[in-house]
């Protein structure tokens, strides 16, 4: 009897692509990515690793499972609200919910009743000023950086912006402030020492150059000791004085004070202490998608907004859309991580603690995002093995844990309540690798 080589057997590529899965997902993942998937396992089964028949059954699983985003969700267990490598802040559900209903044609720009053209991001600004009534006017950028250049770029390119010499930081990932600024044409005018800086230096170094004054809050560090600053209510007078802008970038994205975190600037006391403009980020502590937000007086941010660069550095319907939704919604994700009671979290993660048989331990959160760096946020953690946080951060679902001190620790405050058993299953699996 002559043997039949197994490798005759192996489905072709045409008769796997034709499958009405396998075309489906040819539409949902596009073509080359689906006949590399085919590819991949029929060279299994040539080398002997799968056998023949279950050729095709891989495949339909493999295209069926494979997600149209090399992106993958991720549980934050690292009780971190603002985690930065993490996409910052996770969107409410309305949000979402506007996300995808802005992500085909939509109105962003047109008047229905009327059929002609309309101002884009309306709904965004008034949610905006809605939620800051403090502000005159409210223009929406890309991010919290671009209302920065915009600002810099329509005052004071070509001409000086004074700024605090304890104010020059660096946003992370090597993004400073000054070189941000100094890209727009715009000659940085530092004034004071780097823990000091009081009202006559700012004073001494106003002149005709100057194009504005910049307050930038120096979110992800403290100076401690021997300091002072100029309060923007001090700096109000100079700034009418020189008839120029004052201008303070909060970073935050607070629009109102948080008694949680009392030296986190907002908006509306920035506003109310004398700032003609407030620039903001709305993925921090506001809790929504990437934007930055230009608020205050209204003839400031039309300045800003009539600037040719504010086309370039304008907000996507996308993000339009999830900001309003965010802003008028019930609190998102983030302010709910960051006022999450120490008593539930000690409850939720004791549950899993029990669960997993493990130490419940006490573990400060943090807000992170360059917020309030000081300010810790009581909550718990299940004390697991450091070995752990690897596999736990490769498992389905992704857990991303804090390693810290010799230990992989888990805290929840930055995980949905409903995923608790998704967490447990997730260690669970780690254990079992
Ligand atoms: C985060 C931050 C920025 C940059 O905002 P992005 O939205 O990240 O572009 C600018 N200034 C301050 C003070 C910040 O904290």
């Keep these: 009897m002559t043997e039949v080589d197994p490798r005759r057997l192996i489905p072709r590529t045409d008769q796997l692509l034709a499958h009405d899965e396998v075309q489906a997902a040819r539409q949902r993942l596009g073509d080359n990515a689906v006949r590399q998937m ?4 029929q060279e299994r089964a040539r080398l002997g690793e799968l056998p023949p028949h279950e050729v095709e059954p891989v495949v339909l699983a493999a295209v069926s499972a494979r997600r149209t985003t090399s992106l993958r969700p991720v549980l934050n267990a690292t009780g971190v609200v603002v985690h930065t490598n993490l996409g910052r802040a996770p969107l409410s559900d309305a949000a979402v919910e506007a996300l995808v209903a802005a992500a085909g044609y939509v109105d962003v720009e047109l008047d229905l009743a009327t059929g002609t053209r309309s101002k884009r991001g309306v709904a965004a600004r008034a949610a905006v000023l809605a939620a800051c009534p403090a502000a ?19 005052y004071a390119a070509g001409r000086e912006v004074v700024v605090s010499r304890g104010e020059l930081i660096e946003i992370g990932a090597g993004f400073r402030l000054p070189d941000l600024i100094a890209s727009t044409g715009a000659r940085l005018r530092e004034v004071g020492a780097t823990n000091r800086t009081h009202v006559r230096d700012y004073a001494d170094a106003l002149g005709p150059d100057t194009g504005c004054i910049l307050k930038v809050h120096p979110s992800n560090f403290r100076v401690e000791g021997f300091t002072a600053e100029a309060t923007i209510a001090q700096l109000r007078p100079l700034a009418d004085e020189a008839q120029v802008p004052l201008i303070a970038d909060l970073g935050s994205g607070l629009l109102a004070p948080d008694p949680l975190l009392p030296d986190e600037p907002d908006a509306a006391s920035a506003l ?40 370039a550095v ?120």
């Design 314 to 433: 304008r907000a996507d319907k996308l993000a339009l859309a999830a900001l309003e939704a965010t802003l008028t919604a019930g609190p998102p994700p983030v302010v709910r991580a960051l006022h999450a009671s120490s008593a539930s979290l000690r409850e939720r993660t004791a549950r899993l603690a029990s669960a997993l048989d493990a130490p419940l331990v006490e573990h400060d959160g943090r807000v992170g995002g360059g917020g309030a760096p000081g300010v810790p946020l009581h909550g718990w953690a299940v004390r697991l093995p450091a070995s752990l946080a690897a596999p736990l951060r490769l498992g389905d679902p992704a857990v991303v844990a804090r390693t810290h001190d010799g230990a992989c620790l888990v805290d929840l405050r930055c995980v949905p309540e409903a995923d608790d058993e998704r967490v447990l299953a997730a260690v669970r699996a780690a254990l079992d690798v």
């Design 38 to 41: 085919v590819r991949e396992v």
């Design 136 to 154: 005159e006017d409210a223009l929406v950028v890309n991010n919290g950086a671009a209302a920065l250049v915009l600002a810099t770029t329509a």
């Design 272 to 311: 109310a202490a004398g700032a003609d403009l407030v620039i903001a980020s709305g993925d921090k502590l506001l809790g929504g998608p990437q934007a930055g937000l230009a608020i205050g007086r209204a003839d400031v941010v039309q300045q800003l907004a009539k600037h040719p660069l504010a086309r």
